[in-house]
């Protein structure tokens, strides 16, 4: 799934802030120009987007368990929706290690 659709789906999935290729740094010249290289932007910037997911996550979650008034809805949508991004996170990673590991392979 590209980046854009992965956007669309999880933003469509409660409403509730938007993981657009925008919010994740692609195509956005000026986080290319901040950040130096734009690879190293995305990644930056896609740390930061699963950084806030998951203490938003945890915010819900706390405000569920104290009885805040948060809906079990809400809890769970922004638990999946941390751990949604962590796992692309993650697998953008693990596929960078393994370009990585593939290019120092290889013989000139």
């Known amino acids: 799934m590209s980046d854009v659709s992965m956007?669309?789906?999880v933003s469509g999935v409660s409403g509730m802030g938007s993981m657009s290729?925008?919010?994740?740094?692609?195509g956005n010249g000026e986080n290319q120009a901040e950040n130096g290289t734009p690879f190293?932007?995305?990644l930056h910037s896609m740390v930061e987007q699963t950084k806030e997911?998951?203490?938003?996550?945890?915010?819900?979650v706390t405000g569920l368990l104290s009885g805040q008034g948060v809906d079990v809805h809400q809890a769970m949508i922004a638990t999946q929706k941390?751990?949604?991004?962590?796992?692309?996170?993650?697998?953008?990673r693990n596929k960078?290690?393994?370009?990585?590991?593939?290019?120092?392979g290889m013989q000139f």
């Open 21 to 26: 290729s925008q919010s994740w740094g692609v």
């Open 96 to 104: 960078a290690v393994g370009a990585y590991q593939q290019m120092m």
């Open 82 to 92: 941390a751990n949604m991004a962590f796992e692309l996170s993650l697998q953008v």
């Open 7 to 9: 956007g669309a789906a």
């Open 40 to 42: 190293a932007g995305l």
């Open 53 to 60: 997911l998951d203490d938003q996550a945890s915010s819900t």
